[in-house]
């Protein structure tokens, strides 16, 4: 690794080095940086010959090619160099022409750990030795406990004047970097996250981010193929697969290599060394949860749309865009908004189309924080393991709460932030047929207009509560099946006709799927109890009279007006006719003002206006 004046010089026999060091090497010999913040997958392991090596030996690989005088620093071990001749040097350096009782250092394990004593000792070095030709490279790790994120009042003095030493350290190294005639000199500051690091250091034009993506499918099949090899070498059979070796490529997606590393010691330790789909899906699950520290959960629906009643028109958007993903067209939408009125199943459908995508699907909980950066540090975190699974569905339940919006309370710009990181992830066109959002929420009023317009989540989806008797039969063979009862007007099974089920309908009024399972659930209860014959495996006949007795004692929760003015927030919201059943459609393509005016009407009655 060597800087060149305009041009880049690079040995002819130098190795070609992964992505990620190939960019700062090549910024350093251009001269545009000597300062670089390596984030993000930097505890991973990375291919250096025919080994994986961790990032620090990988880092110390490339400078020894240079020759570098490696330093060392962390909070925890001090100061320290990579070859032990190097800090006897710098001992004798320290020392020179001071009587023993002055002496600034004993030896080589005299070293400070204190942070102000050891970077002051290193800039020394750097700009006090010059009669020193060989290059010097400075590795500070765990630079977040270094340099920390924070508010000035809420920082230390150290903390401070490292912040302050830092942004130094990176006009000095650039100012060294542009002058031919002083020793090359090059700083790397190493971080799991970005945000946890200083902004006023990220923020310098003279300081390069470089962060360390998971690995793709090609470096997971590659390692995959290298553990095998090592097992064979070392004298043992290669582990069984159920899969083949791209297949757990393919389902690996999101671990790192290290994660995948795992799974292999796991299963050489079990009785059949044996790698089973279920034993990688269950690990995957645990070592995503740990790696986003449970903001996304792996999402393993044991159902599919074909388990959904009614809103066929939505269903059969939702098929083809599994179809669409599965086959890695880049046409698919960006994403869809799902507004619907609560219990209407969203959620549930959301998880039957990850069913039938069969692509990764995850949903995303609270990622928060009550620290400053806290939050863009868990973005970043997401960020990543998500540009690592893809292609995959992300669910949002309660968008509107979760995305944030554009303009803040006027107390935090935390809101804003996230916002925009969002917005601008969701909308990066790389990611068109990668990363499908799904958003889900029962006030689309209270969505930022930019999440929902075209190149982000541009199609416009409303759940709505089945109102036809044909939708509303069709959710209720569904809630049926799920709930395990047979609805029955006699002993001998027979199924109820439309004369007979309307009526029961009718005393429901506005019913959603989650009503209609609470009532059957509550009629499979006392049928049980009444010593109900079975129907056929797990399902049991419930007479029809004491389903529509447990209707008619339903008391829905919250009012109907809200329900009713949910649906026509979402029905107003649709981008498109074709998402709407009748009479939404006729309603909206020729009255949409009628239903502006009686949405208004409603408002005032539940109190939002």
């Not at 098929?319 to 219990?343: E, K, Y």
Request: proline share 5%; aromatic share 8%; charged share 25%.
């Amino acid at each position: 690794m060597t800087s060149g004046d305009g041009g880049e010089k690079m040995d002819s026999a130098e190795p070609a080095y992964v992505e990620w060091a190939e960019r700062f090497r090549r910024a350093y010999a251009r001269r545009e940086s000597a300062f670089f913040v390596l984030h993000d997958n930097v505890g991973d392991t990375f291919p250096l010959g025919a080994e994986y090596v961790p990032c620090r030996a990988y880092l110390e690989a490339m400078l020894a090619r240079g020759d570098y005088i490696t330093i060392y620093y962390d909070v925890s071990r001090g100061m320290r160099f990579s070859r032990d001749a190097d800090a006897r040097l710098f001992v004798e350096l320290a020392n020179q022409n001071l009587s023993a009782d002055q002496r600034l250092i004993r030896s080589i394990y005299d070293f400070p750990k204190e942070s102000l004593k050891a970077l002051a000792f290193i800039e020394a070095f750097i700009v006090g030795v010059e009669s020193q030709e060989r290059p010097v490279a400075v590795v500070l790790e765990y630079g977040e406990h270094l340099a920390p994120n924070g508010d000035p009042q809420t920082l230390t003095e150290v903390d401070r004047i490292n912040t302050v030493t830092l942004q130094r350290f990176a006009q000095l190294f650039y100012d060294r970097l542009q002058d031919t005639r002083l020793r090359d000199a090059v700083c790397f500051l190493v971080a799991q996250n970005l945000h946890n690091i200083h902004p006023d250091i990220v923020r310098s034009e003279l300081v390069q981010t470089v962060g360390i993506p998971r690995p793709d499918r090609r470096e997971r099949e590659r390692f995959i193929r290298w553990q095998q090899a090592k097992v064979v070498v070392a004298g043992e059979e290669a582990l069984t697969l159920e899969m083949s070796e791209s297949e757990l490529a393919e389902q690996s997606a999101g671990l790192s290599l290290t994660g995948i590393r795992h799974l292999f010691l796991r299963a050489r330790h079990t009785p059949d060394r044996r790698l089973t789909t279920a034993f990688v899906t269950e690990r995957k699950r645990e070592l995503i949860t740990r790696d986003s520290r449970g903001m996304l959960e792996i999402l393993e629906s044991k159902h599919g749309l074909d388990a959904v009643g009614g809103n066929d028109g939505i269903k059969a958007f939702f098929m083809n865009a599994a179809r669409d993903l599965h086959a890695g067209q880049r046409d698919v939408p960006v994403g869809v908004v799902c507004p619907g009125p609560n219990g209407v199943g969203k959620t549930f459908i959301a998880k039957a189309f990850a069913h039938d995508a069969g692509v990764n699907a995850v949903s995303l909980r609270n990622f928060r924080g009550m620290y400053v950066g806290q939050t863009e540090s868990n973005l970043d975190t997401i960020f990543s393991i998500l540009k690592a699974m893809t292609p995959n569905i992300v669910i949002i339940d309660e968008a509107d709460k979760t995305l944030g919006n554009e303009t803040g309370d006027g107390t935090s710009k935390v809101d804003e932030r996230v916002f925009g990181a969002f917005t601008t992830f969701m909308g990066d066109p790389e990611y068109r047929g990668k990363i499908f959002w799904v958003l889900l929420t029962a006030r689309p009023y209270n969505l930022a207009p930019d999440t929902g317009r075209p190149g982000r989540a541009e199609e416009h989806l409303p759940i709505l509560a089945p109102e036809s008797l044909a939708d509303k039969k069709s959710v209720l063979d569904a809630v049926a099946r799920a709930t395990g009862i047979v609805l029955a007007t006699n002993d001998a099974g027979q199924r109820p006709n439309d004369d007979e089920l309307a009526p029961i309908f009718a005393d429901l009024g506005f019913v959603t799927p989650a009503a209609l399972s609470l009532v059957a659930n509550r009629a499979r209860r006392r049928a049980r109890q009444a010593g109900a014959k079975d129907a056929t495996g797990d399902a049991i006949l419930v007479p029809l009279a004491l389903f529509a007795e447990e209707a008619r004692a339903f008391v829905p929760e919250g009012s109907a007006t809200k329900l009713r003015l949910q649906t026509l927030e979402a029905v107003l919201y649709t981008n498109h006719l074709g998402y709407l059943p009748e009479p939404w459609r006729t309603r909206l393509r020729d009255d949409p003002d009628g239903l502006a005016a009686e949405r208004e009407a409603l408002r005032r009655l539940v109190g939002y206006t």
